[in-house]
C-alpha cells in the first residue's frame, strides 16, 4: 500500500492542486480569487504532464551522444505540448485581467456579491 | 487526385489566419479596409471547403500531413464527409453573418472597428481549425483560440457583458481544461495524439479505468462548452449582451463546433460500440438532454428580452441535438446532423433578426414591437419563417429534423423522449407565436410594456443586412425541400461505421 | 454555495484518483507515452533535424502546427486586450 | 497606473542592467537549437527587459519610446515571418511547414531544417515580445477611474 502510495505520488499532488484551484474557481466569492484558482488549475494539469514524461534514469531531452538510446532521455513530447499549455495560460490570465479591469470600472468593486447587488 | 486539391485543405485555415495578421498591419493605414479583408479570408476559406466536400465525397478521406511528418509524429489534417460537412456549415454561415455585420459594427464599436475584424476572423479561424484537424492535442489549440476571441468579443458588448464574459472565461477554463486533461488520460495509456491513431490502439485497453475517466471528462468539458443543460449558466448572459454582430456568429456556429467535437470523441477516438454498451453513456446523455430541452423551452417563455429568449431557445435546441447523439441509432445520428446544419440556418437567421431591430429601433423587448411588420416587412417576414422552423412546421427545416429524432427515439422504443420532442414543440410554439403576435398585430392589448413605440413608417435596414437574413431565410425552407438530398448525398457517409 | 463547490471538487477529485488505479508509475520507462511515439524524436532528432535539443525540434518542426496555434493564441490575447481597453486610434 | 519616481539609483540601475538582460534573452532565442531556450522564453525575457523600462521611467516617458502602433506592428510582422516560412514551403510545392524544401544552399536537408526552425523561432521571439509589452502596456495604462485610478 504505501509502495503504491509512493510509486504514485505525482497523480496526488497534482489531483490535490487541481481540486485547490476548482474549489478556488467555484466556491470564492472575490473574482480575482477565481481568476488565481484558475491558474492554480491550469498549472496542476501541467505538473500532470511534465510528471508523465519522466523515465528513471533518463537525463534532460538534449542531444550528447553519437547513438542515442530512447531509454536515456526523458520523453520531451509533454514538455512540447505544455510550453503550449504554459502560453494559453498566460493568454487567458491576461485576457481575464483585461475583462477584469472593465468589471472594476463598470461597479467599481470585485466582489461578485456586491455586483449582483447593485445589478438588481 | 491532382496536388492543388490537398493543398486546399490548409488553405482553409491559413487563408484567414494570415489574413488576421494582415488586418493590424493595413487597418492602420485604411480603417475601412478590415472589414474587407475579413469578408474576402471567409469568402476564400468557403470556396476551398465547397472544393473539399466536393472533393471528399467523390474521392473518400483525404489526410494533408502537416510538415511532411507521418501522422503519429506529425500533425495531420483529415477530411471525412463529417469534416466537409462541417466546414461548409461553418464558412457559409459565417460568411453571411459578416456579410452583415459591417453596420451592425459602424454603429454599436465604431471605434474598435481593426481590432474587432482581427478577433473575429482569428475567432472563424479557431473554429475551422476545430473541424479539419485530426489530432486531439492541436484541436485543444484550435479550441482555445476559439475561446479567448469569444470572450473577448463578448466582453466588448454592452451593460453586463464584462460580467457575462468573466463568467464564460471561468466556465470555459473548466471545460477546455476538462478537455487537456482527457487528452492526457488518453495519452498516459496509448502515447499517441493522433485520433486515428488512437482508434486503433484503445479497444485493446477499452476495460482500463483510466479510458473510462478520460471519455467522461472529455464529456463534461465539451458539456460546458456547448452549454449543455446543467452547464449552460454562462451561455444566456454572454448571448444577450454581446454585441449583435458577435451574438449572431457565435450562437449558430460555436455550439455547433462543440457539438461536433463531441460527436469526434464519441464515435471517432472511441468506437461507437465502447459508447453504447461498455458504460451506458449514451442512455444518460439522452435523458440530459431531455431535460435540457424541457428546461430551455420553458426557461425561453419566461424571457421578455428577444436576444435572452432566443439564447434559452439555444439551449434547448443543443439539447435535441445531444439527444440524437445519444439515441446512437442511425436515424437519432442522422436527425442530429441534421439538426446541427438546420439550427445553423435558423439561429443565424432569428439572431440576425435581432440585430437588425437593434440597429433600427433600439429595442430588443418583445413587448415593445407592436406593428413593427409595417416598419420592416421583409425582415419580420424571415423572423416568422425562422420562427414557423423553431417550432417544426412542416415545409421548413426544422420539421424535417424533429421528424428524424421522433423516428431514432422510435427506433429506440423510447416513447418519453418523443413525447419530449413533442412537447418542446408546443413551447417552441407559444414563445414564437408571442413574438409574432407581438410584431404582427395590435400592441399587445393590457400589457404595461406594450407601447406604441414604432412609427409605421416603412423603414428596413440596410441592403447589406437585408440579404444574409433573406437568404439564410430562403435557406431555411430551400432545406427544407432538399432534405432528402442532403441526408442520401452528404449525410448518410457521415455517419460513423456500423451504423 | 461553497458546500456545493466543495462537493463537487471532493467528486470530481474522487473519479480521478478512481482513474490513478491503471496508470503506470512515476518515471516508469516501459509506460506507453515513452515506448510509442517519444522514441523517433530522441532518436531521429540530429539525423532529421540537425538540432540536439529535441524539444525544439518537436515544438519547431514535428509538431510545428501547433506552435503557429500558441503563437496565433498569445497574438489574440494582446490583441484582446487592446480591443478591450483601447480604441483604435489610441 | 505606473507614475515616475525621481529615484537616481533606480534608473541608473536599469539603464545599465537592461542591454544585457537584452543580449540574454537574444542569446536564448538564437541557443535555442542547443539548450533549453527558443522563441518563448526569449520573446518573454526580451518584453521582460522592456517591461523594466516602463516600471523605472513611468508610462509617460516610456510612451514616447514605446508606441502601441509599433508594437501591434511588430507582432503581425513576427507572425507573419512564421507563418510566411511555412506558406514559402507551400509555394514551393512541399506540404506546409516542411522546411526541407527551402532553396538554402546547405550539405543537408536536416540543416536546411534546422535552419528553418531558427527563422521561425526568431519570428516567435519578435512576436512574442510586442505582444507581452502590449499586455502590459495595455493593462497598466487602462484608466479604472476613481481614487484608485
Same mark, same amino acid.
Given at each position: 500500500?504505501?509502495?503504491?502510495?509512493?510509486?504514485?505520488?505525482?497523480?496526488?499532488?497534482?489531483?490535490?492542486?487541481?481540486?485547490?484551484?476548482?474549489?478556488?474557481?467555484?466556491?470564492?466569492?472575490?473574482?480575482?480569487?477565481?481568476?488565481?484558482?484558475?491558474?492554480?488549475?491550469?498549472?496542476?494539469?501541467?505538473?500532470?504532464?511534465?510528471?508523465?514524461?519522466?523515465?528513471?534514469?533518463?537525463?534532460?531531452?538534449?542531444?550528447?551522444?553519437?547513438?542515442?538510446?530512447?531509454?536515456?532521455?526523458?520523453?520531451?513530447?509533454?514538455?512540447?505540448?505544455?510550453?503550449?499549455?504554459?502560453?494559453?495560460?498566460?493568454?487567458?490570465?491576461?485576457?481575464?485581467?483585461?475583462?477584469?479591469?472593465?468589471?472594476?470600472?463598470?461597479?467599481?468593486?470585485?466582489?461578485?456579491?456586491?455586483?449582483?447587488?447593485?445589478?438588481? | 487526385?491532382?496536388?492543388?486539391?490537398?493543398?486546399?485543405?490548409?488553405?482553409?485555415?491559413?487563408?484567414?489566419?494570415?489574413?488576421?495578421?494582415?488586418?493590424?498591419?493595413?487597418?492602420?493605414?485604411?480603417?475601412?479596409?478590415?472589414?474587407?479583408?475579413?469578408?474576402?479570408?471567409?469568402?476564400?476559406?468557403?470556396?476551398?471547403?465547397?472544393?473539399?466536400?466536393?472533393?471528399?465525397?467523390?474521392?473518400?478521406?483525404?489526410?494533408?500531413?502537416?510538415?511532411?511528418?507521418?501522422?503519429?509524429?506529425?500533425?495531420?489534417?483529415?477530411?471525412?464527409?463529417?469534416?466537409?460537412?462541417?466546414?461548409?456549415?461553418?464558412?457559409?454561415?459565417?460568411?453571411?453573418?459578416?456579410?452583415?455585420?459591417?453596420?451592425?459594427?459602424?454603429?454599436?464599436?465604431?471605434?474598435? *472597428?481593426?481590432?474587432?475584424?482581427?478577433?473575429?476572423?482569428?475567432?472563424?479561424?479557431?473554429?475551422?481549425?476545430?473541424?479539419?484537424?485530426?489530432?486531439?492535442?492541436?484541436?485543444?489549440?484550435?479550441?482555445?483560440?476559439?475561446?479567448?476571441?469569444?470572450?473577448?468579443?463578448?466582453?466588448?458588448?454592452?451593460?453586463?457583458?464584462?460580467?457575462?464574459?468573466?463568467?464564460?472565461?471561468?466556465?470555459?477554463?473548466?471545460?477546455?481544461?476538462?478537455?487537456?486533461?482527457?487528452?492526457?488520460?488518453?495519452?498516459?495509456?496509448?502515447?499517441?495524439?493522433?485520433?486515428?491513431?488512437?482508434?486503433?490502439?484503445?479497444?485493446?485497453?477499452?476495460?482500463?479505468?483510466?479510458?473510462?475517466?478520460?471519455?467522461?471528462?472529455?464529456?463534461?468539458?465539451?458539456?460546458? *462548452?456547448?452549454?449543455?443543460?446543467?452547464?449552460?449558466?454562462?451561455?444566456?448572459?454572454?448571448?444577450?449582451?454581446?454585441?449583435?454582430?458577435?451574438?449572431?456568429?457565435?450562437?449558430?456556429?460555436?455550439?455547433?463546433?462543440?457539438?461536433?467535437?463531441?460527436?469526434?470523441?464519441?464515435?471517432?477516438?472511441?468506437?461507437?460500440?465502447?459508447?453504447?454498451?461498455?458504460?451506458?453513456?449514451?442512455?444518460?446523455?439522452?435523458?440530459?438532454?431531455?431535460?435540457?430541452?424541457?428546461?430551455?423551452?420553458?426557461?425561453?417563455?419566461?424571457?421578455?428580452?428577444?436576444?435572452?429568449?432566443?439564447?434559452?431557445?439555444?439551449?434547448?435546441?443543443?439539447?435535441?441535438?445531444?439527444?440524437?447523439?445519444?439515441?446512437?441509432?442511425?436515424?437519432?445520428?442522422?436527425?442530429?446532423?441534421?439538426?446541427?446544419?438546420?439550427?445553423?440556418?435558423?439561429?443565424?437567421?432569428?439572431?440576425?433578426?435581432?440585430?437588425?431591430?437593434?440597429?433600427?429601433?433600439?429595442?430588443?423587448?418583445?413587448?415593445?414591437?407592436?406593428?413593427?411588420?409595417?416598419?420592416?416587412?421583409?425582415?419580420?417576414?424571415?423572423?416568422?419563417?425562422?420562427?414557423?422552423?423553431?417550432?417544426?412546421?412542416?415545409?421548413?427545416?426544422?420539421?424535417?429534423?424533429?421528424?428524424?429524432?421522433?423516428?431514432?427515439?422510435?427506433?429506440?422504443?423510447?416513447?418519453?423522449?418523443?413525447?419530449?420532442?413533442?412537447?418542446?414543440?408546443?413551447?417552441?410554439?407559444?414563445?414564437?407565436?408571442?413574438?409574432?403576435?407581438?410584431?404582427?398585430?395590435?400592441?399587445?392589448?393590457?400589457?404595461?410594456?406594450?407601447?406604441?413605440?414604432?412609427?409605421?413608417?416603412?423603414?428596413?435596414?440596410?441592403?447589406?443586412?437585408?440579404?444574409?437574413?433573406?437568404?439564410?431565410?430562403?435557406?431555411?425552407?430551400?432545406?427544407?425541400?432538399?432534405?432528402?438530398?442532403?441526408?442520401?448525398?452528404?449525410?448518410?457517409?457521415?455517419?460513423?461505421?456500423?451504423? | 454555495?461553497?458546500?456545493?463547490?466543495?462537493?463537487?471538487?471532493?467528486?470530481?477529485?474522487?473519479?480521478?484518483?478512481?482513474?490513478?488505479?491503471?496508470?503506470?508509475?512515476?518515471?516508469?520507462?516501459?509506460?506507453?507515452?515513452?515506448?510509442?511515439?517519444?522514441?523517433?524524436?530522441?532518436?531521429?532528432?540530429?539525423?532529421?533535424?540537425?538540432?540536439?535539443?529535441?524539444?525544439?525540434?518537436?515544438?519547431?518542426?514535428?509538431?510545428?502546427?501547433?506552435?503557429?496555434?500558441?503563437?496565433?493564441?498569445?497574438?489574440?490575447?494582446?490583441?484582446?486586450?487592446?480591443?478591450?481597453?483601447?480604441?483604435?486610434?489610441? | 497606473?505606473?507614475?515616475?519616481?525621481?529615484?537616481?539609483?533606480?534608473?541608473?540601475?536599469?539603464?545599465?542592467?537592461?542591454?544585457?538582460?537584452?543580449?540574454?534573452?537574444?542569446?536564448?532565442?538564437?541557443?535555442?537549437?542547443?539548450?533549453?531556450?527558443?522563441?518563448?522564453?526569449?520573446?518573454?525575457?526580451?518584453? &521582460?527587459?522592456?517591461?523594466?523600462?516602463?516600471?523605472?521611467?513611468?508610462?509617460?516617458?516610456?510612451?514616447?519610446?514605446?508606441?502601441?502602433? &509599433?508594437?501591434?506592428?511588430?507582432?503581425?510582422?513576427?507572425?507573419?515571418?512564421?507563418?510566411?516560412?511555412?506558406?514559402?514551403?507551400?509555394?514551393?510545392?512541399?506540404?506546409?511547414?516542411?522546411?526541407?524544401?527551402?532553396?538554402?544552399?546547405?550539405?543537408?536537408? &536536416?540543416?536546411?531544417?534546422?535552419?528553418?526552425?531558427?527563422?521561425?523561432?526568431?519570428?516567435?521571439?519578435?512576436?512574442?515580445?510586442?505582444?507581452?509589452?502590449?499586455?502590459?502596456?495595455?493593462? &497598466?495604462?487602462?484608466?479604472?477611474?476613481?481614487?484608485?485610478?
Amino acid at each position: 500500500m504505501v509502495d503504491y502510495l509512493i510509486s504514485k505520488y505525482n497523480y496526488w499532488v497534482y489531483i490535490f492542486l487541481m481540486m485547490l484551484g476548482f474549489y478556488a474557481m467555484m466556491g470564492k466569492r472575490n473574482l480575482v480569487k477565481k481568476l488565481i484558482g484558475m491558474n492554480i488549475f491550469q498549472t496542476a494539469i501541467i505538473l500532470y504532464y511534465i510528471s508523465i514524461g519522466v523515465k528513471k534514469g533518463g537525463t534532460l531531452p538534449i542531444f550528447m551522444e553519437t547513438a542515442p538510446r530512447a531509454a536515456d532521455y526523458i520523453n520531451p513530447l509533454p514538455h512540447v505540448l505544455m510550453l503550449t499549455a504554459i502560453v494559453v495560460a498566460v493568454s487567458t490570465t491576461g485576457v481575464a485581467l483585461a475583462v477584469l479591469l472593465m468589471i472594476y470600472r463598470r461597479y467599481k468593486t470585485l466582489e461578485e456579491n456586491e455586483i449582483l447587488k447593485s445589478i438588481r | 487526385m491532382n496536388t492543388m486539391q490537398p493543398q486546399a485543405v490548409i488553405l482553409i485555415v491559413l487563408i484567414p489566419l494570415m489574413s488576421s495578421y494582415a488586418i493590424p498591419l493595413l487597418g492602420w493605414r485604411w480603417k475601412g479596409s478590415a472589414y474587407f479583408i475579413a469578408l474576402i479570408a471567409i469568402g476564400a476559406s468557403s470556396v476551398c471547403s465547397l472544393l473539399l466536400l466536393w472533393t471528399v465525397l467523390k474521392q473518400g478521406t483525404i489526410h494533408y500531413h502537416l510538415g511532411g511528418w507521418l501522422p503519429p509524429w506529425g500533425i495531420e489534417y483529415v477530411i471525412d464527409p463529417l469534416n466537409g460537412f462541417m466546414g461548409v456549415v461553418v464558412c457559409g454561415i459565417s460568411f453571411l453573418v459578416t456579410l452583415s455585420s459591417k453596420e451592425s459594427v459602424e454603429k454599436e464599436l465604431p471605434e474598435k *472597428k481593426v481590432r474587432f475584424y482581427a478577433i473575429y476572423l482569428l475567432l472563424f479561424t479557431g473554429l475551422m481549425g476545430i473541424v479539419v484537424t485530426g489530432d486531439v492535442f492541436n484541436l485543444y489549440v484550435f479550441l482555445e483560440i476559439a475561446s479567448l476571441t469569444a470572450y473577448a468579443l463578448i466582453a466588448i458588448g454592452e451593460d453586463g457583458a464584462p460580467l457575462a464574459s468573466f463568467n464564460y472565461i471561468i466556465m470555459g477554463t473548466i471545460g477546455a481544461c476538462f478537455y487537456l486533461l482527457g487528452v492526457g488520460y488518453l495519452y498516459i495509456v496509448t502515447g499517441s495524439l493522433n485520433i486515428a491513431d488512437l482508434a486503433k490502439l484503445l479497444p485493446p485497453l477499452y476495460h482500463s479505468k483510466v479510458v473510462l475517466i478520460a471519455l467522461a471528462f472529455f464529456l463534461i468539458g465539451t458539456a460546458i *462548452k456547448m452549454g449543455l443543460f446543467p452547464l449552460h449558466v454562462w451561455l444566456p448572459d454572454a448571448y444577450t449582451y454581446a454585441p449583435s454582430a458577435v451574438s449572431s456568429f457565435i450562437a449558430p456556429l460555436m455550439t455547433k463546433v462543440m457539438a461536433y467535437i463531441l460527436i469526434r470523441v464519441m464515435f471517432t477516438v472511441f468506437q461507437p460500440s465502447y459508447s453504447i454498451e461498455v458504460i451506458p453513456l449514451t442512455v444518460i446523455l439522452s435523458w440530459v438532454a431531455a431535460v435540457a430541452i424541457i428546461v430551455g423551452s420553458i426557461m425561453a417563455l419566461a424571457q421578455r428580452d428577444l436576444k435572452r429568449m432566443l439564447a434559452y431557445s439555444s439551449v434547448s435546441q443543443i439539447g435535441y441535438i445531444v439527444l440524437g447523439v445519444g439515441l446512437a441509432n442511425k436515424m437519432g445520428l442522422l436527425g442530429a446532423y441534421l439538426h446541427i446544419l438546420n439550427h445553423a440556418f435558423m439561429k443565424g437567421c432569428l439572431f440576425l433578426v435581432a440585430g437588425a431591430l437593434m440597429y433600427r429601433t433600439g429595442m430588443r423587448n418583445i413587448f415593445q414591437l407592436g406593428m413593427i411588420h409595417r416598419k420592416m416587412p421583409f425582415t419580420m417576414g424571415a423572423l416568422v419563417i425562422g420562427a414557423l422552423s423553431m417550432i417544426g412546421i412542416p415545409p421548413t427545416a426544422g420539421f424535417f429534423s424533429k421528424w428524424y429524432l421522433i423516428l431514432g427515439s422510435i427506433e429506440a422504443q423510447n416513447w418519453v423522449f418523443v413525447a419530449v420532442i413533442l412537447a418542446s414543440s408546443l413551447l417552441n410554439a407559444l414563445y414564437f407565436f408571442r413574438v409574432i403576435e407581438n410584431a404582427y398585430f395590435e400592441v399587445s392589448r393590457g400589457h404595461p410594456e406594450g407601447e406604441a413605440l414604432i412609427e409605421p413608417n416603412r423603414e428596413e435596414v440596410p441592403l447589406s443586412m437585408l440579404i444574409p437574413i433573406l437568404v439564410l431565410a430562403a435557406g431555411i425552407l430551400l432545406l427544407g425541400l432538399f432534405n432528402e438530398r442532403i441526408i442520401s448525398g452528404i449525410l448518410i457517409f457521415a455517419l460513423p461505421p456500423g451504423f | 454555495m461553497k458546500i456545493l463547490a466543495f462537493f463537487v471538487a471532493l467528486l470530481t477529485g474522487g473519479l480521478l484518483i478512481y482513474g490513478v488505479g491503471d496508470m503506470p508509475g512515476w518515471g516508469d520507462p516501459n509506460s506507453p507515452p515513452s515506448l510509442h511515439v517519444s522514441p523517433r524524436y530522441i532518436e531521429k532528432t540530429m539525423e532529421e533535424t540537425d538540432t540536439p535539443d529535441m524539444v525544439t525540434s518537436v515544438l519547431a518542426d514535428y509538431r510545428g502546427y501547433d506552435t503557429l496555434g500558441e503563437t496565433t493564441v498569445i497574438f489574440t490575447a494582446g490583441i484582446a486586450c487592446l480591443l478591450l481597453l483601447r480604441r483604435d486610434n489610441q | 497606473m505606473i507614475i515616475e519616481y525621481e529615484n537616481v539609483i533606480i534608473k541608473t540601475i536599469c539603464r545599465l542592467l537592461i542591454p544585457f538582460i537584452q543580449l540574454f534573452a537574444i542569446y536564448v532565442i538564437m541557443h535555442g537549437h542547443y539548450s533549453p531556450g527558443g522563441g518563448f522564453q526569449g520573446g518573454v525575457i526580451l518584453g &521582460a527587459s522592456f517591461i523594466l523600462l516602463v516600471i523605472a521611467y513611468g508610462l509617460e516617458e516610456s510612451r514616447r519610446r514605446i508606441s502601441l502602433k &509599433a508594437l501591434t506592428i511588430y507582432a503581425c510582422v513576427g507572425l507573419f515571418i512564421y507563418s510566411g516560412i511555412g506558406a514559402l514551403c507551400l509555394l514551393m510545392g512541399a506540404n506546409y511547414l516542411d522546411y526541407g524544401i527551402l532553396p538554402l544552399p546547405l550539405s543537408s536537408i &536536416a540543416t536546411i531544417r534546422a535552419m528553418g526552425i531558427l527563422g521561425i523561432e526568431i519570428g516567435v521571439g519578435i512576436g512574442v515580445m510586442a505582444i507581452m509589452i502590449c499586455i502590459f502596456v495595455g493593462i &497598466a495604462s487602462y484608466e479604472t477611474g476613481g481614487e484608485n485610478g
